[in-house]
């Protein structure tokens, strides 16, 4: 490096001296010329600027100038010639405009010396692409027979674009590398500090933002939105990339080293300005191919040799959900859930695995290529076994249950179950069942429908019908009892529509049709009986003042009744009373006579007593003992007759009061021929 510094000072003190020389020359015999001709020309340009009008127009010195003797002219021609020919040829003038960058060309040199194998920069005096450029101004040294002076505009970048270089000199690219490492070259304008310092032949890691710049483009190819066809490049890859307010850019890297196994994303590497500076972020460790860090919402000077940006829309949590978030990449999964809960594993945030710490309703920055965002919803949900599907869509494969009953009728049930999942409890159900769509087929379809499988089993399909309220409850506890070990809370369950068979429901509707015309029926028996009631009560209304005698004449009649029935209770009594007092007697008066009977019997005896007896009454009562009309048998046919004549007869000429009954006449008794006896009583008397 040294000997290369002092060769380019011993050129630039060789060319310094050459130039001095020439210059000198060039003075003096331009000197001589001037010299000789200055007086003519001042004095005729002065007599002709005497004698123009006041007015000096450019046509007007144009005129005064064709005026100078032609004697004149080749002087000055000779002269002007001499001026510009002698630096050029000999002193090796090169000026380069303001905004102008002169690429130089070596032809040859003295000593013969030629670029090392595979280079393409001369950086030590070689033959060929110098590696130094001219910047704007006299430049003298460079003469044309040993040099070339290309001038080339200098680089603008306009605002909002950037730049990029390919560079055909340099150092091979390492095989995991493609891109050229960025090195201290004062943004690729110092070709030589570029090759010295390591630079790497290629496309380059580094660009250009907005801005001017001075460039070898012997060595430097830039590309820019203005040629970017030209490269196989669309223009806005060269714009400045922006990322819109509501997304989120996922990046993928196209250079560095390859993502460990097992791995699927590189890790954040810090202090590369989100991908601006590609250097810092290869130096620091960083991974080629998707990135774990995410391009938030700005403008970002990117490279699109080295990053791809993929937009996403940020991640949006709406109200009445929160975000459980499955992390695919991240720190070694630590289980924090707890010995108590044994069927999933939680998680730190930044960790691999389910955060134990759900997102919030709102709008998040997430890399959904790397993370899983299992949206829960912490209202009721409900979930319906029918034809009826909820905006969430979770109960989309539910159908009605067909359950069979104990006395073996198939029918169908519609159900409703109304569930709650905590905002801290999502992520251990999540953990449990990976999604809430899961949630619905793993655990709530078989538990529910299982359920009334069995239940149904227990009653006939009338009894599920008349009790459906009870089978609700029951069902409501057995559920929330079941649920309640998934982290999940049964708000309710309600039994819907109830299908059973064709034929049983048609004869229910017939006998519940007959009730419904008995109550008919009845309804118009009670119409009627209010008719007539009405009627009733009209008639009444009319003959008020008549009921009210009526009523009147009721109460009395009641007044006197119930004085009859305490008259004739009283009489009763007496007449009980005097019925006593007479039983009493007579009970006496027996009691005295069969006394009397009783000595008579032991003194005559029973036979002797009862003929003495018969006797008395006989004579006491004037029993006669033989008839007034005696029938017989011997009087012929007549003796019936004549005998009924003689009892009416009788009768006739009988006392008022005195009646006499015929003795119906009795067959002769054979008692040694002798007739029987035939006693009348009469009626009074007996």
Request: net charge neutral; proline share 6%; with cysteine.
């Amino acid at each position: 490096m040294n000997n290369a510094q002092g060769s380019f000072k011993q050129r630039q003190s060789n060319k310094i001296l050459n130039f001095t020389t020439s210059f000198l020359a060039a003075l003096a015999l331009a000197g001589s010329i001037q010299t000789a001709n200055a007086s003519p020309v001042q004095k005729e340009t002065t007599n002709t600027i005497a004698t123009a009008p006041i007015e000096i127009t450019q046509p007007t010195k144009t005129a005064t100038i064709a005026q100078i003797p032609t004697g004149g002219v080749v002087p000055i021609v000779v002269l002007g010639g001499l001026i510009i020919i002698l630096p050029l040829f000999f002193g090796g003038l090169v000026v380069i405009g303001e905004r102008e960058v002169g690429i130089v060309v070596k032809k040859f040199t003295i000593a013969g010396k030629g670029l090392p194998a595979g280079r393409l920069i001369a950086l030590n005096g070689e033959a060929g692409l110098q590696a130094d450029t001219l910047a704007p101004g006299w430049h003298w040294g460079y003469f044309p027979w040993q040099y070339a002076v290309k001038k080339e505009s200098v680089v603008v970048v306009p605002q909002g674009e950037i730049a990029l270089i390919v560079a055909a000199d340099g150092s091979p690219n390492p095989p995991e590398r493609i891109l050229g490492k960025v090195v201290l070259c004062d943004n690729f304008q110092d070709a030589r500090k570029f090759l010295t310092n390591g630079g790497e032949k290629g496309r380059q890691m580094g660009f250009l933002t907005a801005g001017t710049y001075r460039i070898n483009t012997a060595l430097f190819k830039v590309i820019m939105a203005s040629n970017a066809v030209q490269h196989g490049m669309a223009p806005e890859q060269l714009k400045v990339y922006q990322v819109a307010g509501d997304k989120v850019g996922i990046v993928t890297t196209l250079d560095g080293l390859p993502i460990p196994g097992g791995e699927i994303a590189g890790p954040i590497i810090p202090g590369h300005d989100n991908y601006q500076n590609p250097q810092k972020f290869l130096d620091g460790g960083g991974r080629r191919g998707l990135q774990e860090q995410i391009l938030l919402s700005g403008s970002w000077n990117l490279n699109p040799w080295f990053v791809e940006v993929e937009q996403v829309p940020m991640t949006e949590i709406p109200i009445g959900y929160v975000g459980v978030v499955i992390s695919f990449v991240g720190k070694a999964h630590e289980d924090v859930s707890g010995a108590a809960f044994t069927h999933g594993n939680l998680v730190n945030t930044g960790h691999k695995g389910v955060w134990v710490e759900p997102l919030y309703p709102g709008k998040h920055p997430v890399n959904t290529r790397i993370m899983k965002i299992e949206k829960v919803p912490t209202t009721n949900i409900v979930l319906n076994w029918s034809g009826r599907t909820e905006r969430h869509n979770y109960d989309a494969k539910l159908g009605s249950l067909t359950v069979r009953s104990r006395d073996g009728f198939a029918f169908d049930l519609e159900i409703a179950q109304i569930i709650h999942v905590g905002a801290l409890d999502a992520p251990k159900v999540i953990s449990r069942v990976g999604s809430m769509q899961n949630l619905v087929d793993h655990v709530l379809e078989p538990t529910i429908g299982n359920y009334f499988r069995n239940s149904a089993q227990d009653y006939t399909v009338l009894d599920f019908l008349s009790a459906r309220s009870e089978r609700q409850s029951e069902a409501a506890e057995y559920i929330k009892a079941a649920l309640r070990s998934y982290d999940v809370q049964a708000i309710d369950t309600l039994i819907g529509d109830i299908q059973p068979p064709g034929e049983l429901m048609q004869t229910q509707i017939d006998r519940k049709l007959a009730e419904e015309k008995q109550k008919t029926y009845e309804v118009q028996q009670m119409a009627q009986t209010q008719r007539q009631q009405l009627v009733r009560e009209t008639a009444l209304a009319e003959i008020q003042e008549e009921m009210v005698k009526s009523e009147q004449s009721v109460k009395i009649a009641e007044l006197k009744a119930n004085a009859q029935i305490k008259q004739a209770t009283g009489e009763a009594e007496a007449i009980k009373l005097k019925a006593i007092g007479e039983a009493e007697g007579i009970r006496a008066t027996g009691n005295a006579k069969a006394e009397t009977y009783r000595a008579g019997v032991e003194a005559l005896g029973s036979q002797g007593y009862t003929a003495m007896q018969m006797m008395q009454i006989i004579g006491d009562r004037n029993v006669r003992l033989i008839p007034d009309v005696l029938v017989g048998a011997n009087n012929g046919n007549n003796g019936l007759v004549d005998g009924l004549l003689s009892m009416i007869l009788w009768n006739q000429t009988a006392k008022p009061n005195e009646v006499h009954y015929p003795v119906p006449p009795q067959p002769p008794a054979k008692t040694n021929g002798i007739p029987p006896l035939s006693i009348e009583i009469p009626k009074d008397r007996v």
